[in-house]
């Protein structure tokens, strides 16, 4: 018999799965009008799908969520947002065992990191919506890829959820950060994992919460996400991401 606990994952996956197809039609319509502030109708969009996947434990969704939401940070340009987005899913993915989905936000980083220059060359002559997208790969969204492997999930087991408890978390990877192998930043308390605070030195060597430096013997590469530009009518420019 089925426990009310697997029913109410079951209603998760499917308010999910409705929010994701959502997130794709507004995608086909940002790259058809090529309107840049449909992004800040996605945006709250994915913040629902991750407060909900982290809450009731579903981390694949989790990790599907920032990877969209580092593809939405490329097209606009704010590569720093991205890498970060992408750094995060990679360490959920790997924490939870998703090790060809690791593999696969690898390659996306690692080609977004070898194509900077062609990057800036878009900005430069601001190119359309459809070029960037297609060079962000949000082509695999627009296909279906996400809601596919979120209906796949309706095969849950209680086995497999693990409910978010808050406490003595990952900041990271959402993973649970206990033992001799974690980083307590001295200055918010957060929590990091070993091979998470090793990934955010090497990215940035910033506490995520509090900006402090982790490594003091390392040099600092401050997160300054593009900062919002207001709209003017003289200008159609959107906000950034």
Same mark, same amino acid.
């Given at each position: 018999?089925?426990?009310?606990?697997?029913?109410?994952?079951?209603?998760?996956?499917?308010?999910?799965?409705?929010?994701?197809?959502?997130?794709?039609?507004?995608?086909?319509?940002?790259?058809?009008?090529?309107?840049?502030?449909?992004?800040?109708?996605?945006?709250?969009?994915?913040?629902?799908?991750?407060?909900? @996947?982290?809450? #009731?434990?579903?981390?694949?969704?989790?990790?599907?969520?920032?990877? +969209?939401? =580092? !593809?939405?940070?490329?097209? $606009?340009?704010?590569?720093?947002?991205?890498?970060?987005?992408?750094?995060?899913?990679?360490?959920?993915?790997?924490?939870?065992?998703?090790?060809?989905?690791?593999?696969?936000?690898?390659?996306?980083?690692?080609?977004?990191?070898?194509?900077?220059?062609?990057?800036?060359?878009?900005?430069?002559?601001? @190119?359309?919506? #459809?070029?960037?997208?297609?060079?962000?790969?949000?082509?695999?969204? +627009?296909? =279906? !890829?996400?809601?596919?492997? $979120?209906?796949?999930?309706?095969?849950?087991?209680?086995?497999?959820?693990?409910?978010?408890?808050?406490?003595?978390?990952?900041?990271?990877?959402?993973?649970?950060?206990?033992?001799?192998?974690?980083?307590?930043?001295?200055?918010?308390?957060?929590?990091?994992?070993?091979?998470?605070?090793?990934?955010?030195?090497?990215?940035?060597?910033?506490?995520?919460?509090?900006?402090?430096?982790?490594?003091?013997?390392?040099?600092?590469?401050?997160?300054?996400?593009?900062?919002?530009?207001?709209?003017?009518?003289?200008?159609?420019?959107?906000?950034?991401?």
């Amino acid at each position: 018999m089925i426990s009310s606990r697997i029913i109410h994952i079951w209603k998760i996956i499917k308010i999910l799965g409705a929010l994701s197809e959502l997130c794709e039609l507004l995608l086909v319509e940002l790259r058809v009008s090529n309107d840049i502030n449909i992004i800040s109708e996605i945006k709250p969009l994915i913040e629902k799908l991750i407060g909900m @996947a982290q809450h #009731s434990g579903l981390y694949y969704f989790l990790i599907e969520a920032y990877i +969209l939401h =580092g !593809k939405l940070a490329l097209i $606009m340009f704010d590569i720093k947002s991205s890498r970060r987005y992408l750094t995060q899913a990679r360490r959920m993915a790997e924490r939870h065992g998703y090790i060809g989905l690791a593999n696969e936000i690898a390659g996306l980083h690692r080609a977004m990191m070898e194509r900077l220059d062609i990057w800036e060359q878009l900005e430069k002559i601001d @190119a359309p919506i #459809s070029e960037r997208m297609e060079l962000a790969r949000l082509d695999d969204h +627009l296909k =279906g !890829k996400f809601r596919m492997r $979120m209906m796949k999930m309706e095969r849950i087991t209680e086995g497999e959820v693990t409910v978010y408890k808050g406490s003595q978390t990952c900041l990271v990877c959402k993973g649970s950060a206990e033992g001799f192998n974690i980083y307590i930043c001295p200055t918010c308390n957060s929590f990091y994992c070993k091979v998470c605070t090793q990934a955010v030195i090497d990215l940035e060597n910033q506490c995520w919460s509090c900006n402090s430096p982790i490594d003091a013997s390392k040099p600092v590469k401050p997160y300054k996400p593009v900062k919002e530009v207001g709209d003017t009518k003289e200008s159609k420019q959107p906000k950034k991401y």
